[in-house]
Every structure is written in structure tokens, then in C-alpha cells.
């Protein structure tokens, strides 16, 4: 685990408020720490008597996988010990079913159990495996029935390269990882100068690293929601491939998580923050022979395992939304261009359609969607330049069918989107997402600006309840309305549910 974090502002602007997946869910019970910290002494002990580690191929990381499991058998779980061959040497996958939940919607909550050979790993990543192994066996103690399946995950050789995740993921048939509605991954949630960060969904925390796949974002409403019930501030940390979300979000599968800091340093503002020591390494004992149950921070592996509780509970006991109303556009549903007979734009107009990627100073239209072939884009072909086919001249829009919403119940819409351009972007440039019934709602809305912006797929959610027992239409629109400038929009995978 080598995470650094970030700490930023909130960039993206959405009118209609930003809803967390709706309650009905049961409260989550408290974890005790000295539970946690119990499977932290197990975890030291079986290093110290197999050389000081428990790394992937040497018996320490075996007699750990078999501490897990046999817990887990124990408590009722199915596990399987799925074991996987790199560098010469047989590495496991400890994986727990809970019985019972929808077999179509699957809630992962998983960890590297694994250390590097310099030490035992109490904090990189004991404080991980702990916290989520204790969840799990608090899972058995309250006989929860959860709306969503439950599954845990001890992965073995992430600090290899995350060898036991990608085998994991990449070895499901296509059709089990589309079961699987989103991954929890807690990765160091000890550290002894701890900071609090959650993997930022959304990429609202402004680095431009990219969001996680669609349904992230409400992943790390959930750990907000906990820490701010707590009054702990929390700071967004990027998904940048360095722990086990990789393989997930290559996958499309929603991610999310909390991790306290490795060998980043402390600043003061953090400092001030969280307390602890700026100047300092989050973990000062990271990969080092140090990291022993001595290196952790009591109150923040109390906290995250709460929080591991609170998304599990949230997560997987809540009532799960119905669909009222999706389109993936890969078929046509009766979307119209220029509705109101008004549009400027010469080209670039919008169309459902396979889009071509094209690249200028960094990718300004994606070749991919976020789901299947299509989506709607302003212009799907590349041309001869990556300005031949982008929007210009003004505004381009386009309308939804009619859409029926039901009278009762929390409504909400979703949607992936992106807005790209040059550097010569002006603040009349737009990219904008409305909701028009009897009245008009805005629900996405992001202004040029004169920076080049690379295209990346984000998720949008709103509560669209006032609409609700109203035909209302989604109306898009995308404009190069300043100085002729580079301008791209993309949206796909646009879904209303009611809870």
C-alpha cells in the first residue's frame, strides 16, 4: 500500500442535492477495539514464529490465511482459500460468503493480508484484515439478513502487485463480475500519525485523477456520511491503482474505502486538521521491520472499523432501489435533437452513438463508454483532427422520451457524463443536464474555463423528488458558445430510481 493523499476543494457543482443511498437500513453495531486489536496479537505472533513476516509464498502468510478462514468457518461463512501462482510461489485468496442476499447484487469488503518480507505488517496491512475480519464475524453474531449479498476478501500478494486481486477479478466470468454492485477496500486504517481519507468516487476533490466507475461516489457518501456523524474531517485520496480497488475499478466495478497514510508526510494543515505531527510520515514504520502491533493508532483503527460496520450495515441492509427508468443507448429510445428547433451548432451535434477517441493536448473525446458500445456524444466520429467533429458554432440539445414518475418514494436520477476542451475555453461554454416537468430543475451543470480539461467519466446523482407523479423529460446540452475552442460532451448510463 503506498497511497498519498490529496487534499483538496470540491470542484464539481450540482444544484439538487447529492443523496446518499436512501436509509431503511440497520443501525450498525459498535466494533470492539479490543476485539480488532486481539487478531492484530494472533497476526504478530504467527510472524515472529515464521521469520518475522507474513509474506506472499512464505508460512506466515499461509498460517494467516488459515487464522481468517478458520474464524470464518466457524462463524458460518462459506470461504474459499483460491490460490494463485507468482514468482514461483503459491499465493491465497481467502474468500467468505455470508449466506442469504441477493445473489444479482453483491457487496465486497476486502483487504491485503499479506506484509513485505522487512516486517510483520501489524499496520500495512493487519489493521485492514482486523478490521474487516471483525466486521464479518460481527455479521455472523447478529445473524444479519442482508437485502445485498455479503462477500469478504483477504487478498494475498498486494505488495507484489496486487497479484491476489487481479487474479481474483480477472479470473470471474464476465457475468459474476457484473454481480458484483461495489468493492470496499481498507488498506492501512491504523496509521500512528493517522490522517482520514476516503477514495474520492467522484473526483470532486479537483486533482483531475478521474472518478471511480459509475456508483463510486455513493460508496464514499457512505464513509463521509459515518465520519461526519462523528465529527471527524475527512479528505479525498485518489484511486490511482496502488492498492486493491485496481483491479475493481478496471473492471467497472463501483469502488470506495478509507486509508490512513503511508509514507506520505503530515502537513501542518493536516496537522491541524487531525492532530499528530506534521513534518512526519503518516506511518514512520512503513515496509519497515517496526510495523509491529506497537505501530498502530488506537483511535483511528477504532474509528475506521465503526466506519467498515456503518457501510457495511448501510450498504447491504438498506432497501435497494427499483428501477423506474434507465437507457444505456444501445438501442434507440426516442431521443430528440434539437427539441426546440433552436440549436447554433454546426457540428458536433449531439447523437447516440460508438465514439472514436481523439487527442488534443490529452484526451478530448473517449473511446469508451462507461457501459456497452454506445452513449451520446457530441460527435462520435475522430475526423482528421480532434477539432473536425466537435461541437461548434453553439449550442447543441438533446431530449428524453417522456418519462413517467411514480407518486410516492425518494427519486433519484443518475448519470455519467464529461465535458472536455482546450485551453481558449471561456465561462460561455457549458455542459448542462435539466429535468423539466412542470417545473425546471438543473441537476448537472459545468462552465468552461480557460484550461485545457481532458475528458474523464464522471457520475452524477440528484433527488429528483419534487418531480415526483409528473411526465417530466432529461434535456442535455453542450455548447461552444465563447471563442471557437476545442469542446467534447459525453453521457451515458442515465437512471432513475425510486426508493
Known amino acids: 500500500m503506498k497511497l498519498l493523499p490529496a487534499l483538496c476543494a470540491v470542484v464539481l457543482a450540482v444544484p439538487l442535492a447529492l443523496t446518499a443511498p436512501a436509509a431503511a437500513a440497520a443501525a450498525a453495531p459498535d466494533i470492539p477495539l479490543s476485539n ?14 515464521n521469520g518475522g513476516n507474513r509474506a506472499h509464498g512464505r508460512p506466515g502468510y499461509l498460517a494467516s490465511a488459515n487464522y481468517v478462514r478458520n474464524l470464518l468457518n466457524a462463524a458460518g461463512y462459506a470461504t474459499t482459500l ?3 501462482t507468482y514468482n514461483g510461489a503459491t499465493g491465497y485468496n481467502v474468500i467468505a460468503d455470508w449466506p442469504g442476499g441477493d445473489m444479482d447484487d453483491v457487496l465486497m469488503v476486502g483487504a491485503h493480508l499479506d506484509s513485505v518480507t522487512a516486517g510483520p505488517g501489524i499496520n500495512d496491512n493487519g489493521s485492514g484484515s482486523a478490521a474487516i475480519l471483525e466486521v464479518a464475524l460481527e455479521v455472523a453474531r447478529q445473524g444479519l ?19 491476489g486481486s487481479r487474479y481474483y477479478v480477472n479470473n470471474l466470468p464476465a457475468a459474476e463480475r457484473a454481480r458484483i454492485g461495489g468493492y470496499l477496500n481498507f488498506d492501512m486504517v491504523g496509521s500512528p500519525n493517522a490522517g482520514y481519507f476516503i477514495y474520492d468516487g467522484d473526483d470532486s476533490d479537483g486533482t483531475g485523477a478521474g472518478p471511480g466507475p459509475a456508483g ?6 457512505v464513509l463521509q456520511s459515518y465520519f461526519a456523524g462523528i465529527g471527524v474531517p475527512t ?18 466495478i463501483p469502488a470506495g474505502g478509507t486509508f490512513t497514510g503511508a509514507e506520505g508526510i503530515k502537513s501542518s494543515a493536516q496537522a491541524q486538521l487531525w492532530g499528530g505531527t506534521a513534518g512526519q510520515e503518516f506511518d514512520p514504520c512503513y515496509h519497515r521491520s517496526c510495523d509491529t502491533t506497537a505501530n498502530i493508532s488506537d483511535t483511528a483503527l477504532d474509528r475506521n472499523t465503526d466506519a467498515v460496520a456503518h457501510a457495511v450495515w448501510t450498504l447491504a441492509t438498506a432497501e435497494q432501489p427499483q428501477p423506474v427508468w434507465s437507457d444505456t443507448f444501445e438501442t434507440a429510445t426516442g431521443w430528440t435533437v434539437n427539441p426546440g428547433g433552436t440549436d447554433t451548432a454546426t ?10 477517441a481523439t487527442d488534443s493536448s490529452g484526451p478530448k ?24 467533429y466537435d461541437i461548434d458554432g453553439g449550442v447543441t440539445t438533446v431530449r428524453s422520451p417522456a418519462i413517467t414518475l411514480p407518486t410516492s418514494g425518494q427519486l433519484r436520477l443518475s448519470l455519467s457524463w464529461y465535458l472536455a476542451h482546450g485551453s481558449n475555453a471561456t465561462s460561455a461554454d457549458f455542459f448542462r443536464v435539466r429535468v423539466v416537468g412542470t417545473t425546471t430543475a438543473t ?7 480557460a484550461v485545457d480539461r481532458d475528458a474523464a467519466w464522471a457520475t452524477a446523482t440528484a433527488d429528483v423528488s419534487a418531480f415526483a407523479g409528473q411526465t417530466v423529460r432529461v434535456v442535455v446540452e453542450a455548447a461552444d458558445a465563447g471563442t471557437a475552442s476545442l469542446v467534447e460532451a459525453a453521457v451515458d448510463d442515465v437512471v432513475i430510481t425510486r426508493q
Open 82 to 84: 483460491q490460490s494463485f
Open 443 to 449: 441537476v448537472v451543470e459545468r462552465l468552461g474555463a
Open 235 to 252: 479528505r479525498g485520496t485518489d484511486f490511482d491503482g496502488r492498492s486493491d480497488y485496481g483491479p475493481f475499478i478496471s473492471a467497472g
Open 365 to 388: 473525446q473517449l473511446g469508451t463508454t462507461t457501459s456497452g458500445v454506445n452513449a451520446l456524444v457530441t460527435g462520435p466520429l475522430a475526423g482528421s483532427s480532434a477539432g473536425a
Open 36 to 49: 480488532v486489536k486481539a487478531h492484530l496479537s494472533q497476526l504478530q505472533s504467527i510472524a515472529t514464529a
Open 347 to 356: 457540428t458536433g451535434v449531439w447523437e447516440r452513438g460508438d465514439p472514436q
Open 216 to 221: 463510486s461516489a455513493e460508496l464514499e457518501q
Open 145 to 163: 439478513q442482508p437485502n445485498r449479498h455479503l462477500r469478504f476478501a483477504w487478498w494475498g500478494a498486494e505488495e507484489l502487485g496486487l497479484r
